[in-house]
């Protein structure tokens, strides 16, 4: 039903920044509650940053607020996730999320995820 495409992932050093984007499509194309989840080899998937459908409200995971911002575009179904002084330990593969009404771990549609690897 829903399509979702992540882009911007990549190499870089500590200390620089990435911004990933996600785009969504298919059957429905009202705006949808997006936001970002992260996944290291071994470990469960975790939350990182979610939207709102109208982009008003942002919510962050507490031991990245300051350093990831998460944005909307003028499409309301596109996101992106500015991360800025990354650290080794933010590489993951993270993953696009979206929804009719909020994101969780539950979220309806999930993107094939686009890998950020930080170097020390």
């Known amino acids: 039903q829903v399509q979702l495409v992540e882009s911007g992932g990549g190499l870089v050093q500590a200390g620089g920044s990435l911004r990933l984007s996600c785009a969504a499509s298919?059957?429905?194309?009202?705006?949808?509650?997006m936001g970002w989840f992260r996944q290291a080899p071994g470990k469960e998937r975790e939350f990182v940053a979610g939207?709102?459908?109208?982009?008003?409200?942002?919510y962050y995971v507490d031991s990245l607020k300051g350093r990831f911002t998460i944005s909307r575009g003028n499409a309301k179904n596109t996101v992106y996730l500015q991360m800025n002084s990354l650290k080794p330990e933010d590489t993951a593969v993270y993953y696009c999320?979206?929804?009719?009404?909020?994101?969780?771990?539950?979220?309806?549609?999930w993107g094939q995820g686009t890998q950020v690897t930080v170097s020390s």
């Open positions: 999320a979206a929804d009719g009404v909020t994101i969780t771990p539950a979220s309806k549609w």
């Open positions: 298919g059957r429905t194309f009202s705006s949808y509650a």
């Open positions: 939207i709102s459908r109208s982009g008003d409200s942002t």
